[in-house]
């Protein structure tokens, strides 16, 4: 495989008018001793979906991972730099992560619904932070699952499983378990690489809907689903974001050799 330049890089500037949702800046991640992120700084417009692509071991799942703070349940992991959210460094040690987490949610790779009804799968988080009305939790359960479009093929048995639904629609249950805690971000970690073409559908719709109230950052492997689903890419190589722009711009005329060889299949 070429090798390409780490310091050939671009980054599209951002206006003053746009509206920044989170920011990295020289976000470092180490494992043990090894720098798996090399000082990545990037801002994420609001309401708009950013996809991370690159070749695997590039660092986009460690990248998403720090942004609410997951690396900090790998031992020996380290993270420097800052992750500017509302003002605030949330890579800070002051920061109460759990309390973030509520603000910024994670959806994983393979759809993992806890063994509970769909009902308490919803409800479990909101509880757990001092919820007891059963009206607000009912409102939230269906404004969850309609915003997750799962809502009309669940509504007349909220007491089955979790697991008893399809692959598909554990992920959409586990994007309205993700939105029940209202975060402003969702970050997801390929969503739909364990799904069927169909499934895979309803979840890039479901994600294209969602971003009218969220601010959206995904991982993926799959070029069509990025240029489907995503306003911003940023492309990651070995460790580093190469470059960042417009969806459009990356798809059709990026500015990095290694972008272009990647987008358009010639390696990884
Ligand atoms: N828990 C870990 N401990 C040690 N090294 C790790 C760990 N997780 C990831 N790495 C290393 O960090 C680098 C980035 O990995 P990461 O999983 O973030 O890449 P990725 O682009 O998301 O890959 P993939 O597309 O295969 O998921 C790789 O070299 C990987 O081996």
Redesign the pocket.
């Known amino acids: 495989m070429q090798n390409y330049s780490l310091t050939d890089t671009y980054l599209k500037p951002f206006d003053a008018g746009q509206e920044i949702a989170i920011a990295t800046k020289d976000l470092k991640v180490f ?2 001793e ?1 720098e ?1 992120i090399h000082g990545v700084s990037l801002p994420f417009e609001r309401y708009k979906i950013t996809a991370l692509i ?10 998403l991972r720090s942004l609410n703070r997951m690396n900090d349940n ?1 031992e020996g ?1 380290k993270v420097t730099g800052q992750i500017m959210y509302r003002d605030l460094d949330i890579n800070s040690n002051a920061v109460d992560v759990y309390e973030m987490r509520k603000h910024i949610g994670m959806v994983f790779q393979r759809p993992n619904p806890f063994a509970k009804s769909i009902y308490d799968n919803i409800t479990f988080a909101p509880r757990r932070f001092g919820e007891k009305r059963k009206a607000v939790l009912d409102e939230l359960v269906e404004t969850s699952l309609k915003q997750a479009a799962l809502w009309d093929q669940v509504k007349d048995d909220l007491n089955q499983s979790g697991l008893s639904l399809s692959g598909g629609q554990q992920q959409r249950l586990c994007i309205a378990r993700a939105i029940a805690m209202k975060p402003d971000i969702l970050l997801l970690d390929e969503p739909a690489s364990a799904l069927d073409p169909i499934s895979t559908a309803t979840v890039e719709e479901t994600l294209l809907r969602l971003k009218d109230d969220y601010t959206i950052i995904i ?1 993926t ?1 799959n070029m069509q689903q990025a240029a489907r689903i995503s306003d911003y890419t940023a492309f ?1 190589y070995s ?1 580093t974001a190469i470059e960042y722009d417009e969806t459009r711009k990356i798809f059709t005329r990026p500015k990095i050799k290694a972008t272009e060889d990647y987008v358009s299949g010639h390696f990884g």
């Open positions: 494992y043990g090894k798996a690159g070749a695997s071991g590039s660092g986009k799942s460690t990248f790998i992991t991982v492997h990651f460790g």
